[in-house]
């Protein structure tokens, strides 16, 4: 099966073939990172720039490892060295990327659409590390690896994404990736933390009862509650949002036996999470989301960068 | 001087008048006689066969961007924007650096438009002082150099208190308040309208209600003064409605839309996020959309203005919630009116011509221009036939910003006379200056 994209940009551009193809390729990963010596020369030779002009730790660190897995040449352009704080335009760091002649960028800004603007400006591969409130594919790539690892399959599962849904660029692309992919999915939010259009982002069903369906869900997907991008105080505290829309000890007796936790870091603990949940030895797999996602970006990379579905 | 306008298909509304081959003769500004067979015994004569001849349009709602932002327009480009799109007379908006809210800007924005002398600049004063809602401005010092009418545009007066102090005040100009009307702690930093495509594209959200709750206020609180309320681009169904229920109980409301309110709709903005788009209040939805254009052929609008906020290449080309709002239209506006309106069977010729020219000026307060003999001969002749296409460097505008670029339009205005003298002929701007 050919896999035909330039950009990871759009997940909802993903047909579930692709999705299917990247996932595959992940798992075909995995196993040099077992190894020794982890890293293949597959993308010796190619430049990829990790354009981050926001603060981020983990999902940088992870295309790094990634990229160094694969041997790309990587330069890491951003932080608070960004041009854009000298006034600089995208376009023009953009521009100034490009003449270092490299093939791809992996952008992430506060700004929904960046990574958009960059692949019409730059002409080569882009892949969108999370952009403003919009999209972060490959968090939805890392998603769907680590659930179909454990449960074995995501069409016809039922995903309850819980939490902060406004302020959250992972369900930009986690909701529409998991329906591409078969699943139902139900969001559960106070109203406050939900988008205007909440059913636009593709979802079956949207809740603020959490108990009331917990004992559906075979995946729990709890958001992060984002400290520092709420706005004019959607809830009065975070004692009564854990109270509310927090998993504990309590909620894990409504949980299906086989039902998993998932969570894209980094967890507030006693927030969101309490560190029963948290640590939970067979529900909580956090940390293999965590796996997944060197696997899922050295997959996205080696594509979209031309590699075939031939490695092994 | 006398001028022979020749052959056209003049049409007036205010003088029952609706002819094909049909002369105007003009002498020294004033139109002197309006017939078949004129004939004249020395002058220019203009052939204008397969046109049409209206009394000049007026835009209400321009951004001239002089003084301080002269590098995304000045008075000399903006008003010779104007003229390329078809008007005799503009009203620019006082959300210049400085604002203008004193006498000695407004002295400044006319003088300098009467000396480029390519269209009649009429200036709205800032309400209250640097558009801040915090005190009142001078209206009387404006008032006496000239400005026609009183705003905060770019900014709703977010006190009730303190817009009531407003249209208190200018009541006894015998001038209309015009109201951009956005509620900030309902809008926020709100970027397009709220809803699926904000929620689809991770951008906040600007709900039409930040909108619709100050056309509510402020027509209460014109029946509470007596002072006319002119609602300024109205983008929503429910704000129409609004509107609407106003006039039927007799307040002294106006309203009036732009062509990319009724052309155009959230669903323009794609996965590109064009910044060409990102306009205020914001493009709303389908339905809002037909509804404003069924407030136009219903006359529950009054004008229709353009808001031509022009922007330079490099504020437009960056990430969508960094870009400024606003788009240009001046040069586009009859063009799409003509295109999707006049030649659909929408409205008639008589309809665009009361939400073009007659409304305006009455809105504003300025000299009635009829096309009859006595009237100043402001006129502009559109050949509604033809097709042109929006490009980048179709315009005399210093900025781009213009969300129909890539269009194909059938009709434009192609000859502007003010005074009688032309400020543009055969679509082309005139090189002198006509004296205003």
């Known amino acids: 099966m050919a896999f035909s994209h330039k950009h990871l940009i759009d997940i909802r551009d993903y047909s579930a073939d692709d999705i299917a193809l990247l996932l595959d390729t992940a798992e075909r990963f995995r196993a040099i990172n077992e190894r020794r010596i982890k890293k293949v020369p597959v993308l010796k030779g190619y430049t990829v720039v990790n354009m981050f002009n926001e603060p981020s730790t983990r999902t940088r660190s992870s295309f790094e490892i990634a990229e160094k897995r694969l041997s790309c040449d990587t330069l890491n352009f951003g932080g608070s060295s960004t041009s854009t704080v000298k006034g600089e335009s995208l376009d023009d760091t953009v521009e100034t990327l490009c003449a270092y002649k490299i093939d791809m960028i992996v952008v992430r800004d506060k700004h929904a659409g960046v990574p958009r603007k960059v692949a019409d400006k730059s002409g080569v591969s882009v892949i969108d590390a999370g952009d403003g409130k919009h999209q972060h594919p490959t968090q939805a790539l890392l998603d769907l690896f680590t659930i179909r690892e454990h449960l074995g399959r995501i069409d016809g599962l039922k995903v309850g994404i819980v939490g902060d849904v406004s302020h959250s660029r992972v369900c930009g692309s986690l909701v529409p990736a998991l329906k591409t992919m078969g699943a139902h999915v139900t969001l559960v939010a106070p109203p406050t933390l939900l988008p205007p259009a909440p059913l636009a982002l593709g979802a079956d069903a949207v809740t603020s009862n959490l108990d009331e369906v917990l004992p559906e869900l075979d995946v729990v997907y709890m958001l992060r509650i984002q400290q520092e991008r709420l706005e004019g105080a959607p809830f009065p505290s975070l004692r009564e949002y854990s109270m509310l829309f927090g998993l504990n000890e309590r909620r894990d007796k409504l949980l299906r036996p086989e039902a998993i936790v998932c969570h894209p870091g980094p967890i507030n603990r006693g927030v969101e999470l309490d560190a029963f949940m948290a640590d939970h030895p067979t529900r909580s797999v956090i940390l293999d989301q965590v796996y997944a996602g060197v696997l899922v970006r050295m997959a996205a990379l080696y594509l979209l960068l031309g590699g075939d579905e031939s490695i092994s | ?436």
């Open chain 2, 1 to 436: 001087m006398a001028l022979l306008l020749k052959n056209a298909h003049v049409i007036d509304p205010q003088v029952g008048l609706n002819e094909e081959g049909c002369e105007i003769l003009i002498r020294d500004g004033v139109i002197v006689e309006v017939g078949h067979g004129l004939s004249m015994a020395k002058g220019v004569e203009r052939d204008l066969g397969g046109k049409v001849v209206v009394p000049g349009l007026v835009d209400i709602h321009v951004h001239l961007r002089d003084p301080g932002q002269e590098y995304k327009e000045d008075i000399e480009s903006g008003t010779r924007a104007a003229a390329h799109g078809g008007f005799t007379d503009i009203c620019c908006m006082p959300n210049t650096n400085p604002i203008i809210d004193t006498g000695s800007v407004v002295e400044y924005v006319a003088s300098k438009a009467a000396k480029v002398g390519k269209c009649r600049v009429h200036v709205s004063g800032a309400c209250t002082k640097g558009e801040k809602g915090e005190a009142l401005s001078e209206m009387g010092d404006m008032v006496a150099h000239g400005a026609v009418m009183f705003t905060d545009d770019g900014r709703g007066v977010q006190d009730a208190g303190m817009m009531r102090r407003v249209m208190d005040y200018a009541a006894q100009f015998g001038k209309a308040v015009s109201s951009h009307c956005q509620d900030e702690s309902l809008v926020g930093k709100g970027q397009i309208n709220e809803g699926a495509v904000s929620t689809r594209l991770g951008l906040l959200g600007w709900p039409a209600a930040g909108e619709e709750i100050q056309i509510a206020r402020d027509i209460e609180i014109s029946k509470l003064t007596g002072c006319p309320i002119h609602v300024q681009h109205l983008s929503s169904a429910h704000g129409l409605d609004l509107v609407r229920r106003g006039k039927e109980d007799g307040a002294k409301v106006t309203c009036e839309v732009t062509p990319h309110h009724m052309f155009l709709t959230e669903e323009s903005i794609g996965d590109d996020y064009n910044t060409y788009f990102k306009v205020n209040p914001p493009l709303r939805t389908a339905e809002d959309a037909e509804a404003v254009v069924a407030g136009v052929i219903d006359g529950t609008v009054d004008c229709i203005v353009t808001d031509h906020a022009p922007h330079a290449d490099h504020e437009k080309a960056c990430e969508f919630e960094l870009a400024p709002f606003g788009m240009t239209g001046i040069e586009t506006s009859v063009g799409l009116v003509v295109d999707k309106l006049v030649r659909t069977g929408k409205i008639t010729w008589e309809r665009m011509i009361e939400l073009m020219s007659v409304n305006p000026r009455r809105v504003i307060g300025i000299e009635r221009v009829a096309i009859e003999p006595g009237s100043r001969a402001d006129l502009t002749v559109i050949d509604p036939d033809l097709e042109w296409t929006v490009t980048p460097d179709c315009f005399e505008s210093k900025s781009k910003n213009c969300g129909f670029t890539g269009w194909t339009i059938t009709g434009r205005a192609t000859d502007v006379y003010v005074g009688g003298y032309a400020t543009m002929q055969d679509g082309a701007i005139t090189s002198e200056p006509i004296h205003l």
